[in-house]
């Protein structure tokens, strides 16, 4: 399986660097048109459906993107393992206080914040259904937390949780499937630059 895996575009709150957790914020019009880049940057990439998580901001990056990519919105479906980290108390606070979510992310109680094992197990089944699928190639879009969370695993920290600042529209590729394990093959490109991508990077 390949596995395009992007970010959802901009919300309001992003603009205000406001953390969202589970908190339900729709795209502005940034996020719009960078969902429709990452939909005409995939529009070869051969993808056969998209996957999202359950919230808006994810669910209307996915729609937008299987349009602008030639997919059609029939083939955008919900993953509920591809939700959002639950940050708990951080929801909705300001990102002056990254310093602390980023002393706290990695915890097991941080003030009530979803635990990083707990994310990871969830983001790595989300992964194990895709491959399921047998579909080839296949498109996903999540959220900031639990993708880094995701990277975090997979490069043994190389990248991710507290290192990595992911675009809103960002594309990083996953490959492999369940038997053998899966690998980050690019990490984080916007979507203008994904064509151009000559070589697989972490």
């Not at 915890?107 to 047998?134: H, I, Q, W, Y």
């Not at 490959?175 to 916007?190: S, Y």
């Amino acid at each position: 399986m390949k596995l395009y895996l992007i970010r959802h575009g901009e919300t309001d709150w992003n603009r205000l660097l406001r953390f969202q957790g589970r908190e339900d914020v729709p795209l502005n019009e940034t996020g719009i048109r960078q969902a429709e880049a990452c939909g005409k940057a995939l529009s070869d990439s051969g993808i056969q459906a998209v996957f999202t998580s359950p919230l808006k901001r994810a669910r209307r990056t996915g729609e937008i993107v299987a349009a602008a990519s030639g997919l059609g919105c029939e083939k955008v479906f919900d993953l509920p393992e591809l939700i959002e980290r639950d940050l708990g108390e951080y929801s909705g606070k300001y990102i002056k206080d990254r310093s602390d979510y980023f002393a706290l992310s990695a915890g097991t109680d941080a003030g009530g914040m979803e635990p990083f094992d707990n994310v990871l197990a969830r983001m790595e089944l989300a992964l194990k259904k895709l491959s399921e699928t047998e579909l080839p190639v296949l498109a996903a879009v999540s959220h900031g937390a639990a993708i880094n969370v995701l990277l975090a695993g997979l490069s043994d920290h190389a990248v991710g949780t507290g290192k990595t600042r992911l675009l809103n529209g960002g594309i990083s590729i996953i490959e492999g499937d369940a038997q053998n394990g899966f690998r980050i093959t690019v990490c984080n490109l916007a979507p203008e630059t994904l064509k151009t991508c000559g070589q697989a990077r972490i």
